[in-house]
């Protein structure tokens, strides 16, 4: 039974989905329909069902399908936001997670999820300006150790495919020796035996993720 002299706090669990479009990492969010915060654009997310949600993971691969109808993409643990001020409803404590996800992979959107420019989107309901911010902090400082930012690839990519990709989720430029030297060093990539002809000049080689690469971790801790 539930001692009602220690009031039971609001649980939810929010997601940061980071995607990459013309160039530009892109912030899924979902505009809110019921108060409070109604008509505000929020990162997705709800309350965890205890009767139905057997962790807290399965609790936002639910609430993604059902708010948004994606769903089949890696979620990483990001953080947990609590305290009195972050829910108007009461004590509430989020747990957070992040996705990176090809475009291609989001397909077309449902009605009320948007896409924005995600160093730039402000404003957002409840502290997820803060969840955001965090996400954000996450890539810049760890991406360099992470391959996250690789699962935004297509199949096929070139190296200044993947640098870009790189330099775009990080937002810096890295050095290209350096870049290619770790990429060799962590048998990131490996070569698909294809090319494709990109300008006037000799065609570029194609690649692709190197077998159980897809989630290693610590691959570019050391980048200059």
Do not use: C
């Amino acid at each position: 039974m539930q001692d009602q002299s220690f009031p039971t706090p609001i649980v939810t669990t929010d997601a940061v989905v980071l995607t990459l479009e013309d160039g530009v990492l892109q912030l899924l969010t979902l505009r809110r329909a019921q108060p409070p915060f109604a008509g505000v654009a929020a990162l997705p997310g709800g309350y965890i069902h205890t009767q139905e949600d057997h962790d807290a993971a399965g609790a936002i691969t639910r609430i993604l399908r059902e708010k948004t109808g994606l769903g089949g993409f890696h979620l990483e643990q990001l953080a947990s936001f609590s305290g009195p001020d972050r829910d108007p409803r009461g004590w509430s404590v989020s747990l957070a997670y992040m996705a990176l996800v090809r475009r291609k992979d989001l397909g077309e959107l449902a009605e009320g999820v948007a896409l924005t420019p995600a160093y730039e989107a402000r404003d957002l309901a409840f502290d997820h300006d803060d969840i955001l911010a965090t996400a954000l902090r996450r890539l810049r400082d760890k991406g360099a150790w992470s391959n996250l930012p690789a699962l935004l690839l297509p199949s096929e990519f070139t190296l200044p495919e993947i640098q870009n990709i790189y330099e775009t989720v990080r937002g810096t430029k890295l050095d290209q020796s350096s870049f290619r030297r770790k990429l060799n060093e962590l048998r990131l990539v490996e070569e698909t035996g294809k090319t494709r002809q990109e300008s006037a000049g000799r065609p570029a080689k194609l690649y692709r993720l190197a077998s159980g690469a897809a989630y290693a971790s610590r691959l570019f801790d050391r980048m200059i």
